[in-house]
Nanobody, 115 residues
Framework: QVQLVESGGGLVQPGGSLRLSCAAS????????MGWYRQAPGKQRELVAR???????NYADSVKGRFTISRDNGKNTVYLQMNSLKPEDTAVYYC?????????WGQGTQVTVSS
């Protein structure tokens, strides 16, 4: 079992920055990859960024150049640094972890970009 706890969401003005954190606990040695997804009202959940154990990253086209995913193995935490935020980035952001046999999700953290 893997438990994921997100933090760092909130309200920010357009052009601002936020950093999301996802702390993993449990059977963390089996996790690969980890990532962030988001779901806006009335829309499907979509991949934002993903990081493999080998350090490979994937980003949604809409966030490339603005968002950065990283991992602190010592703290078992994955981060999503979000810069130059836009109103269309408003969504609930979910941390995701896969073990090859199961997919785990955090509870979600709200990000609202508005003036």
């Amino acid at each position: 079992q893997v438990q994921l706890v997100e933090s760092g969401g909130g309200l920010v003005q357009p052009g601002g920055s936020l950093r999301l954190s996802c702390a993993a606990s449990g059977s963390i040695s089996s996790i690969n990859p980890m990532g962030w997804y988001r779901q806006a009202p009335g829309k499907q959940r979509e991949l934002v960024a993903r990081l493999t154990g080998a350090g490979r990253t994937n980003y949604a086209d809409s966030v490339k150049g603005r968002f950065t995913i990283s991992r602190d193995n010592g703290k078992n935490t994955v981060y999503l640094q979000m810069n130059s935020l836009k109103p269309e980035d408003t969504a609930v952001y979910y941390c995701n972890a896969e073990t090859g046999v199961q997919v785990y999700w955090g509870q979600g953290t709200q990000v609202t970009v508005s003036s």
